[in-house]
């Protein structure tokens, strides 16, 4: 195995109220690094909270959690580039990324990618974060969603395609790459400032469906 990339920390959810979203009382972007090996598993359908990670949830069903965004990963390089745009400490987690990496491109990671990591775990790419208000509140920054938008790097959300356990330390193996070139960081711009790009989305056949048929709408309106 490839070694050269690798998870630095695994990121578990501290639930706390939310007074950045109506309607939905607590948020679990709080997340924060956990000792140890945790498991990880399919979730089910989104709609109930669960999440890919034990011990973690979300709170907004209806916009997180569910098979095709079991897992949040994010990369250290880019955290440590926000770090430097707003001069402020951002630890392993406050992203509120299940997973933050190393010598990995997130954001290049083509989607259908399917990243074995440690002995047990296999993850399939997904799609990509879209910045919301909790994300915004919590970052306590105004703007910020447009300007997390317009850097488009925003991490990548994973289905769990083989269950295990995995901890900080793990390597991750790129074990396949399928024959496209929608990346993460494509179909982010594709669905926010870029709509030129949207039908080339379709040639990922591993999109979450819901997004297909949200692209399949707009070109054809």
């Known amino acids: 195995m490839d070694t050269s990339a690798q998870v630095l920390s695994v990121n578990v959810g501290r ?29 089910g359908p989104k709609g109930t909270g669960a999440v890919g990670l034990a011990g973690d949830r979300v709170f907004d069903v209806k916009h997180h959690g569910g098979d095709d965004q079991a897992v949040y990963a994010y990369a250290r390089e880019d955290l440590d580039g926000w770090e430097a745009e707003l001069g402020r400490p951002l630890g392993n987690g406050f992203f509120g990324e299940n997973l933050t990496t190393l010598g990995l491109d997130v954001n290049g990671a083509l989607i259908g990618e399917r990243w074995r990591i440690g002995p047990d775990v296999v993850l399939e ?51 396949h790459r399928p024959d496209h070139d929608v990346t993460v960081a494509r179909s982010f711009r594709a669905v926010t400032l870029e709509p030129a790009l949207l039908p080339g989305l379709l040639a990922a056949e591993a999109l979450p469906e819901e997004i297909r048929q949200t692209v399949r709408r707009r070109i054809s309106a």
Do not use: M
């Open 125 to 175: 790419v997904s799609c990509a974060r879209v910045p919301c208000g909790t994300f915004q509140g919590w970052l306590e920054r105004d703007g910020w969603i447009r300007r997390f938008t317009q850097a488009a790097l925003p991490g990548a959300y994973l289905r769990v395609i083989e269950p295990g356990e995995l901890c900080a330390g793990d390597g991750v193996e790129i074990v």
């Open 15 to 43: 639930p706390r109220p939310n007074p950045w979203k109506r309607g939905v009382g607590e948020t679990g972007i709080d997340k924060r690094p956990v000792d140890g090996p945790v498991a990880v598993a399919a979730p």
